[in-house]
């Protein structure tokens, strides 16, 4: 708390610096953003469902349960694509991780060879058309491999009564047919629905941007009506009032409860002249350097 404290006293923002006194905070489990969306949508629904909400990342793959209202602590394993990337090393010649993990998720479930020519150590024509012919073929077992793992820990971990399953993550939409096929017995949501505005995805990471989008869209629906309340109240006020008067924010999520990701919205102040409804209204149109991921994308395209 001290160290998000000492960082929210000024920070630099796309329309100027801030300085924001930390009033309250509250933690959520990965998937907050997923599930605040998805069950926002559900509307009075939520409080008789089991909703599953399963996550697959890059290093690992999770599930929380929505149980009629009440959402739970969640279950994490290491079975995030990694484990894939790990299997296609084991079965060829130890490619490089990173680069191995970047043509699998851009080749997709097509293969395309293009991406694979460029981590290719033969240099003679034959020999490199056989080591990516090798490589496919290795990539494609480890998928079939990977999919059973996961699914199998899924099954083991899904409440018997699960009503419907939400999948999120870069990894879930890769494996996508494969979780749609095996999992065809409920009803089925991908990122709750969520589409990220590519104003704010300059490295193309899609849904691994998904769960904070989310948030970020539910926060900004609270600062909105908040700001609203505020205009009412300060045109009912005198001159002299309205010099007077502070911001005080405390935003309460009653829907999750758990330990992960700190977020708060608090007592704000901007220490320049700022217009707080353009900076509400829609992402940051301005210049954006593009930059190279350390870890690849996993959306199956980039």
Known sequence: MSYLSHAAASFETPTGRFSVKLDKTQALQEGGGISIVHNSKLGAAFKTRVTA??????????????????????????????RMVE?????????????????????????????????????????????VDELIAAVKQSRSDYARMLTHWFDEVLPPDTDEIVFCGGTAEYLKPELRSHYSRYAQSWHAGIVVPPELDPNGLGHRLADAYGLF??????????????????????????????????????????????????????????????????????????????????????
Do not use: C, W
């Not at 990342?57 to 694509?81: E, H, P, Q, Y």
């Open 53 to 82: 909400f399963a996550m697959v990342g890059f290093r690992n793959a999770s599930l929380v349960i929505a149980a009629r209202g009440a959402v739970g602590k969640g279950k994490t394993s290491d079975l995030g694509m990694v």
């Open 217 to 302: 869209v539910y926060f900004k629906s609270q600062f909105e009506q908040l700001l609203t309340h505020l205009t009412q109240s300060t045109e009912a006020e005198s001159p002299q009032d309205n010099a007077e008067t502070s911001t005080q924010v405390s935003i309460e999520l009653n829907a999750i409860q758990a330990d992960t990701e700190t977020l708060a919205v608090t007592e704000t102040k901007a220490t320049s002249k700022l217009d707080a409804a353009s900076l509400l209204s829609g992402p940051y149109r301005g210049a954006v350097k593009k930059k190279e991921s350390s870890e690849p994308s996993l959306n199956g395209s980039k």
């Open 87 to 131: 299997l296609v090393q084991e079965r060829t010649s130890n490619y490089d991780l990173a680069r191995l993990a970047e043509a699998i998720a851009i080749s997709g479930d097509r293969y395309n060879r293009p991406y694979f020519y460029r981590i290719a150590r033969n240099r003679e024509e034959a020999a490199r058309e056989r080591e």
